[in-house]
């Protein structure tokens, strides 16, 4: 059995020292960088007998940071290819006035073997 993906996400991200939730992140005082996970989807994929043979996990790092945040995008999108996650979107979602952090979104896949 592989990994999970949420799992793996937050793998990474506390290995890049980067507070991590699934969902929502209630600490506060909020730090200057953090990453929020949502599951998108999980499919298991069906071949010729219409048996599942892989399962396919998908979710969304949504990336919190204060002044630029570009460096953590690179950081962050070298560190998941390196563990083997595919990135299958990156995109600026804004400025948050109201809390003074950019988002930005990582859109992350894995593939596993279903048996």
Same mark, same amino acid.
């Given at each position: 059995?592989? @990994? !999970?993906?949420?799992?793996?996400? %937050? #793998?990474?991200? $506390?290995?890049?020292?980067?507070?991590?939730?699934?969902?929502?992140? @209630? $600490?506060?005082?909020? !730090?200057?960088?953090?990453? +929020?996970?949502?599951? *998108?989807?999980? %499919?298991?994929?069906? =071949?010729?007998?219409?048996?599942?043979?892989?399962?396919?996990?998908?979710?969304?790092?949504? +990336?919190?940071?204060? &002044?630029? =945040?570009? !460096?953590?995008?690179?950081? *962050?999108?070298?560190?998941? *290819?390196?563990?083997? +996650? %595919?990135?299958?979107?990156?995109?600026?979602?804004?400025? $948050?006035?109201? #809390? &003074?952090? /950019? /988002? =930005?979104?990582?859109? %992350?896949?894995? /593939? /596993?073997?279903?048996?």
């Amino acid at each position: 059995m592989s @990994t !999970p993906l949420l799992e793996h996400l %937050t #793998t990474v991200c $506390e290995e890049l020292g980067l507070p991590v939730r699934v969902g929502l992140f @209630t $600490e506060t005082p909020l !730090p200057e960088a953090f990453v +929020v996970l949502t599951p *998108l989807v999980d %499919t298991l994929a069906l =071949y010729g007998d219409n048996t599942p043979g892989a399962q396919v996990e998908e979710a969304r790092m949504s +990336v919190y940071a204060r &002044g630029n =945040y570009l !460096p953590l995008r690179d950081q *962050l999108t070298a560190a998941l *290819l390196d563990a083997g +996650v %595919t990135v299958t979107a990156r995109s600026y979602i804004g400025f $948050e006035d109201e #809390t &003074g952090y /950019h /988002h =930005y979104a990582i859109d %992350t896949q894995t /593939h /596993h073997s279903y048996t």
